[in-house]
């Protein structure tokens, strides 16, 4: 399906004045919840983008099977039946349960958005079954598999500055566990001093914490910004691309692509398993669940429970390979 009129090239909300699928009454209303969002709610882009693209998706498919742009009434009078219409042709689309489940929590947000300021009723979608996510574990690198990386990504950079960035970025991955959007928002200012023990860290929802800060990782911010060529104002982004300007995700993921195929790999060797070999590695070192929930920045320790089910099939792995009963002899 082609990109709903409406969305910029970041997956906001853009000022054209056209929001495909919706009529102007409704059209005003996700303009003020997507304000909301962003300003009240503090949603990162990342989600605004997410969730702008899925509402909008919506809009478009009611408008079609309905002959007509939505409006606000007509939305309050939809059926469960128009809701899974929706979300059947997003399955027969081939979009997978994840991206259906946050699809339906986008759709959720707003009409609840919609409810506390008693525009609608919007009584249909109560009734519908969020779909069931894949229970997927966190993909860690082994810790051999993190230090060859860590020790190849400088190689791989174009230039030596270049390659003191990457392994900077990096090592806030691993070392501190940040995601990478927390490190590449780090200004200047906020770069370590010499002998700093800790970093503060914006994440989620606006939420600030305290992350250790090892001297590898210290150090290696330090000799990258010795050696990058750009003059850096204290507001400015602390990791600069090749141009001068703000550094972005892709860059970062494509060298870890490169670092895939050179030492073998799995697909799943993200910038983010780097976070979760982070995790992984300090509960596999009897670090306090509870501990790497505040370190990690997750709002529910369930989310963190999932390490330990990593952890478990780690070892599951050693006991097949070492033990002289694993295989039932």
Known sequence: MAEP???????????????????????????????????ER???????AAYSRDLLDFLVFQAV???????LAGLDALAPADFRAWLSRRNARG????????????????????QKRELIEGKAIAGLRTPRRPKTLPKALTAGEAREALELVAELSPSDWLGKRD?????????CGLR?????????????????????VIGKGRKERLVPLLKVVRQAIADYLAACPFAMPPEGPLFLG?????????????????MRALLGLPEDATPHALRHSFA?????????????????????????????????????QVYDKAHPRASGG
Do not use: C
């Open 242 to 258: 090749a141009r001068g300007g703000p550094l972005g995700p892709r860059v970062i993921q494509k060298r870890m692509q490169q």
């Open 5 to 39: 009129a409406g969305l910029s090239d970041d997956g906001a909300l853009g000022d054209d004045g056209a929001l495909s699928g919706a009529a102007p009454d409704l059209h005003a209303r996700v303009h003020d919840w997507h304000d909301w969002l962003a300003h």
């Open 42 to 48: 503090r949603a990162s882009p990342h989600t605004l």
């Open 280 to 316: 992984t590695h300090l509960l596999a070192g009897g670090g306090d669940l509870r501990a790497i929930q505040e370190l990690l920045g997750h709002a529910s320790l369930s989310t963190t429970q999932r390490y330990t089910a990593v952890d478990a099939a780690a070892l599951l």
């Open 180 to 200: 990478i959007g927390e490190a590449l928002s780090l200004t200047r200012a906020e770069a370590p001093a010499q002998g700093q023990q800790s970093l503060r």
């Open 95 to 114: 979009v997978g349960q994840a991206s259906n489940a946050r699809a339906l929590s986008a759709l959720r947000s707003f009409l609840r958005w919609l």
């Open 65 to 71: 099977h309905g002959g007509g742009p939505l409006t």
């Open 167 to 175: 392994a900077a970025v990096l090592l806030l991955l691993y070392g």
